[in-house]
């Protein structure tokens, strides 16, 4: 499985975004993706997830209300939809996608929120 971000840049406390992971290869076997985010200095922490079949979510609390994890499955993409940002927010977001026991991470892409 590949996956490829896009979708970041820098944007105004308040503002919004969308970000989006291209999956190829072997998508079929994902059970779930989702968005996780590294700020500098801090751990690498779970920001929302998707399953494959049901499209069940899970959102960490600081983004619960603000983000929305969606997908497009004609596309094998998935997006996540930023609104009210903070400068909380800034961090390096990586697509996350588990299929079976294998974890597999896109590139990263940067997410700077200014105040």
């Known amino acids: 499985v590949q996956l490829v971000e896009s979708g970041g840049g820098l944007v105004q406390a308040g503002g919004s975004l969308r970000l989006s992971c291209a999956a190829s290869?072997?998508?079929?076997?994902?059970?779930?993706m989702g968005w996780y985010r590294q700020a500098p200095g801090k751990q690498r922490e779970l920001v929302a997830t998707?399953?494959?079949?049901?499209?069940?979510?899970n959102y960490a609390d600081s983004v619960k209300g603000r983000f929305t994890i969606s997908r497009d499955n004609a596309k094998n993409t998935m997006y996540l939809q930023m609104n009210s940002l903070k400068p909380e927010d800034t961090a390096v977001y990586y697509c996350?996608?588990?299929?079976?026991?294998?974890?597999?991470w896109g590139q990263g892409t940067q997410v700077a929120v200014s105040s």
């Open positions: 996350n996608a588990v299929a079976g026991f294998r974890f597999y």
């Open positions: 290869g072997s998508t079929f076997s994902i059970n779930v």
């Open positions: 998707m399953t494959s079949i049901g499209g069940s979510t």
